[in-house]
């Protein structure tokens, strides 16, 4: 475990990220927002989801450093009674889980026929990247707008997991384009270097080369992407939201919460939207940073 440590401590990736104060700002803002997405149930004052505990009594009270506020709500309380403080933990956990998982998924989809096309070439390279041309001529609002009308319209009594599920699908839907343009073209590289084409002498199935040979070397631009695709996914996961067609109302996702204030922005208690609108600055923010940094470490060229 030492010895694992003191690698860690001297490697390159290490000292790159000791002498970038910002990048080191980026990684514990990230760090934290993780841990109390995690672990949200011990970390927040409240639960938002236990209508027990919500009082409307409450509703729209000021933060409570401010003049008139409580000690009990230390960013104050939404439209429901609902501790902004706890709100924004629980909501950034949504976000992160739904921005993780629809990644992933685009990830798997985007390497894998990135990987198809490139190796194969012909027909299965045409169709695929046309198909590619034909994903990235439409917004990727439009077609989780669509999709997300769709799946309410054919499940109408939807539960909350259900409609987690048709939000992933929505992003993954042109989150995994990118990802298949950018194998496809390292793999057309890739696969015409001398390890490969010994590969083939020998006989090796075209199969294993791809999963054992030629993806291990084309999955550094794809990190440095999920990074940053990380970001865009949060960020269009609170945009869904906002509109209406994202998480469901009872749940504080940070889109969710960002759309409840709005409404009374102008009224007076602006806390319901700038602080669920700072927290997503961050976690995009941050999110970026990493993925910068990610890009300049793992490229030879700019060291």
């Not at 198809?116 to 990247?129: N, Q």
């Not at 696969?191 to 002498?201: H, S």
Request: glycine share 8%; charged share 15%; hydrophobic share 50%.
């Amino acid at each position: 475990m030492q010895q694992t440590l003191k690698r860690w401590l001297d490697s390159d990736i290490s000292h790159s990220l000791r002498s970038s104060p910002t990048t080191m700002v980026a990684a514990l803002i990230a760090l934290v927002c993780v841990f109390c997405s995690l672990f949200a149930g011990w970390v927040a004052p409240t639960n938002p989801f236990d209508l027990a505990t919500l009082e409307l009594k409450d509703a729209r009270l000021p933060p409570a450093w401010l003049e008139g506020g409580t000690r009990q709500y230390l960013l104050g309380t939404d439209d429901q009674g609902r501790d902004i403080l706890s709100a924004l933990i629980y909501g950034a956990r949504i976000s992160l889980v739904v921005g993780l998982a629809s990644v992933l998924l685009s990830v798997l989809i985007g390497v894998a026929l990135g990987l198809l096309a490139g190796f194969k070439g012909g027909w299965i390279d045409v169709l695929l990247m046309r198909l590619c041309d034909v994903m990235l001529s439409f917004p990727a609002i439009l077609v989780a707008l669509l999709v997300a009308g769709v799946g309410r319209a054919l499940f109408p009594q939807s539960n909350e997991t259900l409609a987690f599920g048709v939000l992933i699908v929505s992003i993954t839907l042109t989150g995994w384009v990118q990802y298949a343009r950018t194998v496809r073209g390292s793999t057309l590289v890739e696969r015409n270097k001398e390890y490969v084409q010994a590969a083939r002498v020998i006989g090796v199935p075209a199969l294993r080369i791809m999963r054992r040979h030629v993806l291990p070397n084309v999955l550094g631009p794809v990190l440095v992407l999920a990074t940053i695709q990380v970001a865009t996914a949060i960020i269009t996961e609170a945009t869904l939201s906002f509109l209406g067609v994202g998480a469901p109302p009872t749940s504080p996702s940070l889109g969710t919460l960002i759309r409840v204030g709005n409404d009374y922005l102008f009224s007076g208690e602006w806390w319901i939207t700038v602080f669920p609108g700072l927290m997503l600055v961050l976690i995009a923010l941050s999110v970026n940073l990493l993925g910068d940094w990610l890009r300049d470490v793992l490229n030879p060229r700019l060291r």
